[in-house]
């Protein structure tokens, strides 16, 4: 009988196991051994050991690339995370029949292709037909170069991604603040707490996991960030906003150096896999889990 049953589990496993094995872990293992080689597609696998590994301390472009990834991913964390919490606690505040009508206004952009409002937000960041420097200019004031200077595309590539992306961040915050008991606020409202002492001691310690999930996750995919620098700016001005993503891209699609990008690539799983370790054991100091 249980060499029956375990048979049966391992034949309804079979279609996921394949699937992980093909799709995952083959990639994986096949990363890890082109990183480790000299390789460009036509030519068989050339070994060279750790060298893609060692190019990784001392080519400064890739370090630059880096640094840029830190400061766009910063930015945006720290800009998604707040807006969509001040966009979460407004809805919140409307009647139930507005807010199925606000949820649908601020998640769709969300839904909508980057590559096509990336078309209409390159536009709207021309330096001489956008819309922003229009009305600058009627302001009196003078053009500015929001994706062609340094010191603006970091703003504009967090700006555009607000606008695309926040509505994640916005949804996850609404569930979180459904999800707190009402007698709370009743108890604190009988105690004759106010709107800030209420938002301070109840709303927000008992959104922390929420916060958690969603500071994590936009870690996650700001630090793999590649549609907003690809679609508006395709890096430049420069290597102002290249992102490692978009250099690993280029890397592998455009110089054909595929060892280097799998070693690229091997580099970010582990930075990451890092941040993800530190941000883990972290929130045991400021998320709380108990609603009683």
Same mark, same amino acid.
Request: net charge positive; proline share 4%; glycine share 6%.
């Given at each position: 009988?249980?060499r029956?049953n375990?048979?049966?589990?391992a034949?309804?496993?079979a279609?996921?196991? @394949?699937t /992980?094995?093909v799709?995952? &872990?083959?990639p994986i293992v096949s990363?890890?051994?082109?990183a480790m080689s000299?390789y460009?597609?036509l030519s068989?696998l050339n070994f060279i050991?750790?060298?893609?590994f060692?190019?990784?301390?001392?080519y400064d472009r890739?370090?630059? $690339?880096y640094?840029?990834?830190?400061?766009?991913?910063?930015?945006?964390?720290?800009?998604?995370? +707040?807006?969509g919490? =001040? =966009?979460?606690l407004?809805?919140r505040h409307?009647h139930?029949?507005?807010q199925?009508?606000?949820?649908?206004?601020? /998640?769709?952009?969300?839904i909508?292709?980057?590559?096509?409002?990336?078309?209409a *937000?390159?536009y709207?960041?021309?330096s001489?037909?956008g819309i922003?420097?229009?009305f600058?200019?009627?302001?009196?004031?003078?053009?500015?170069? *929001?994706?062609?200077?340094?010191?603006w595309?970091?703003?504009?590539?967090?700006?555009?991604?607000v *606008?695309?992306?926040v509505?994640?961040a916005?949804?996850?915050?609404? +569930?979180g603040l459904e999800?707190?008991p009402?007698?709370?606020?009743?108890?604190?409202?009988i105690d #004759?707490?106010?709107?800030?002492?209420?938002?301070?001691?109840i709303t927000?310690?008992?959104?922390? %996991?929420?916060?958690?999930?969603?500071?994590?996750?936009?870690?996650?995919?700001a $630090?793999? =960030?590649?549609?907003? %620098?690809?679609f508006?700016t395709?890096g430049?001005p #420069?290597d102002?906003?290249r992102?490692?993503n978009?250099?690993l &891209?280029?890397v592998a &699609?455009k110089?054909?150096?595929?060892? &280097?990008?799998s070693?690229?690539? +091997?580099s970010?799983?582990? @930075?990451?896999?890092?941040f993800t370790?530190v941000? @883990?054991?972290a929130?045991?100091k *400021?998320?709380?889990y108990?609603?009683?």
């Amino acid at each position: 009988m249980k060499r029956h049953n375990g048979r049966d589990a391992a034949l309804f496993l079979a279609p996921t196991a @394949v699937t /992980y094995a093909v799709f995952l &872990y083959i990639p994986i293992v096949s990363c890890f051994v082109i990183a480790m080689s000299d390789y460009d597609i036509l030519s068989p696998l050339n070994f060279i050991g750790f060298s893609n590994f060692k190019r990784l301390f001392t080519y400064d472009r890739t370090l630059s $690339t880096y640094l840029t990834t830190f400061k766009l991913a910063g930015m945006v964390v720290i800009l998604h995370t +707040i807006i969509g919490l =001040m =966009m979460a606690l407004i809805v919140r505040h409307f009647h139930r029949r507005f807010q199925s009508v606000l949820r649908s206004i601020y /998640y769709l952009p969300s839904i909508l292709t980057t590559a096509s409002v990336a078309i209409a *937000w390159r536009y709207i960041f021309h330096s001489d037909l956008g819309i922003l420097n229009y009305f600058l200019r009627q302001l009196g004031l003078s053009n500015i170069p *929001w994706l062609l200077d340094p010191q603006w595309v970091y703003g504009s590539i967090a700006v555009f991604s607000v *606008w695309k992306f926040v509505g994640g961040a916005f949804l996850y915050y609404l +569930i979180g603040l459904e999800t707190i008991p009402e007698s709370l606020y009743e108890a604190a409202k009988i105690d #004759g707490a106010g709107s800030v002492s209420t938002f301070r001691h109840i709303t927000l310690p008992m959104l922390t %996991p929420t916060i958690f999930f969603v500071v994590l996750n936009l870690c996650i995919g700001a $630090t793999q =960030m590649f549609d907003e %620098p690809f679609f508006l700016t395709g890096g430049g001005p #420069g290597d102002a906003s290249r992102t490692v993503n978009l250099f690993l &891209y280029e890397v592998a &699609y455009k110089e054909f150096n595929f060892g &280097y990008a799998s070693a690229i690539a +091997i580099s970010l799983f582990f @930075v990451l896999a890092i941040f993800t370790i530190v941000q @883990v054991k972290a929130s045991n100091k *400021w998320v709380t889990y108990d609603r009683a």
